[in-house]
């Protein structure tokens, strides 16, 4: 393989960005107008233009096999791509997303026009809080800031797979990598001014730590894992439950938690249950029932509904398992535009590796407890984040995609699997012959 002229490389990046920015200037301004941007165009793309550069050293400088750099070097530069060149086309046309409500209340704080006051039920004052915590680091602008949520998604789905990585045999190395770093969704909603990327990078490295404290046996991880709950105490606090319970059922079945404990565990777990049950003002079945429809009936709008309609804890119980699904592998078949036909086709895929994935893990004869307890921890979370959504996700696409990001990197590591031999099964074939 030939080696890369980067100055050659470089010219043509530098000419294709002249021309690509002369076609979405315009959009650019539109957009810099419409969220009020605080300082000038031009410095906001200064700005990125910094932001870029130093993500793209910090990956030059990984130390990583050649074609792994290249494969992450060509999926951040997608991603740039997409924040500075096709973003603002979209955000025009679906008015700043949330981003014009998080960018003006973050410039309303900052100029004393609103008072924050720090609430666990206002995710949106939080968040806005956050980002003007980065714009005091970064600089006031909008798109530099995508650029550095995109690039902190970009690097704790990296450190992910350098955790995991050791299961996958060179091609699911690449697959696993290409699929969360460059499918068009991924980028999307990993790069957004939103809620979405911190999530995300937050349930990530969570995992990773717990993964982490069940091969290596040492309460630190675990202590660093229990650190990324903190976003979720200011942005979409139930997210900690079902990080809670996944993480409690997966030191259960991993047999992390000592027999002797179990009288004490399960009367507090009970108890923290009775108390948040309190909180969110579920005190009877009839209850239970109105936040179920409540839940359900929020999301149900749009052309895009699943077309179930939930009455109460007895429908959710018997549409249990088809909203499940839906909540993780929709869509499958369904017409529209291209945005629903691309995820058409990138479920398709995922759905049928997720099946032969199922099927290597079940054959694969790796008995050894790292392999067996990272498998249970994947599947746990999961399960648990779907059943838990599948109350809202199914109700609408546009959501039910973006809310799947915060999972999509555990589902692609079973897809994986599925791609191509296991790296188990590549060594029992070459022990054969």
Do not use: C
């Amino acid at each position: 393989m030939k080696k890369i002229n980067y100055f050659m490389l470089g010219a043509f990046i530098f000419i294709a960005t002249f021309f690509l920015l002369s076609f979405s200037m315009d959009y650019i301004l539109e957009l810099h107008d419409m969220i009020n941007l605080k300082v000038s165009s031009v410095l906001d793309i200064v700005f990125s233009t910094f932001m870029t550069i130093f993500f793209v050293y910090v990956i030059l400088n990984l130390k990583e096999k050649k074609t792994i750099k290249n494969i992450l070097l060509l999926g951040f530069l997608l991603r740039i791509i997409f924040i500075v060149f096709i973003f603002p086309y979209v955000e025009n046309y679906y008015q700043g997303w949330d981003a014009k409500q998080f960018y003006g209340l973050s410039r309303d704080y900052f100029e004393g026009n609103q008072i924050f006051e720090l609430s666990i039920k206002r995710g949106t004052n939080n968040i806005s809080y956050i980002f003007l915590f980065f714009q005091r680091l970064f600089g006031f602008g909008f798109k530099n800031i995508e650029i550095f949520l995109s690039g902190i998604t970009f690097l704790s789905i990296y450190f992910f797979f350098k955790v995991v990585n050791e299961e996958f045999n060179k091609k699911q190395q690449y697959f696993f990598l290409l699929f969360t770093l460059i499918e068009p969704m991924s980028i999307i909603f990993t790069s957004l001014y939103s809620k979405d990327p911190l999530a995300l990078s937050s349930t990530v490295m969570h995992v990773s730590f717990v993964i982490l404290y069940l091969k290596r046996d040492k309460l630190r991880y675990l202590f660093i894992s229990l650190i990324f709950f903190s976003y979720f105490l200011f942005v979409r606090l139930w997210m900690i439950p079902i990080l809670g319970l996944s993480l409690f059922l997966t030191l259960l079945f991993n047999r992390k938690i000592k027999r002797r404990y179990y009288f004490i565990i399960f009367p507090a777990l009970l108890g923290i249950i009775f108390v948040g049950m309190k909180i969110v003002g579920v005190t009877s079945i009839s209850a239970i029932n109105e936040i179920i429809v409540s839940l359900s009936s929020d999301w149900n709008r749009g052309g895009s509904t699943s077309g179930v309609e939930l009455t109460g804890l007895k429908d959710f119980i018997i549409y249990f398992p088809y909203l499940w699904f839906t909540t993780i592998f929709r869509p499958l078949i369904m017409l529209g535009n291209p945005f629903i036909l691309l995820t058409d086709l990138i479920n398709w895929i995922v759905f049928i590796l997720f099946i032969k994935g199922i099927r290597n893990i079940s054959k694969d004869k790796n008995k050894s407890f790292n392999y067996k307890a990272l498998i249970k921890t994947v599947l746990i979370y999961i399960f648990i984040w779907g059943s838990v959504y599948s109350l809202v996700s199914p109700q609408n696409l546009g959501t039910g995609t973006r809310f799947k990001i915060q999972i999509w990197f555990l589902i692609i590591f079973i897809a994986t699997l599925g791609f191509g031999r296991s790296k188990i099964n590549n060594q029992e074939m070459k022990d054969i012959e």
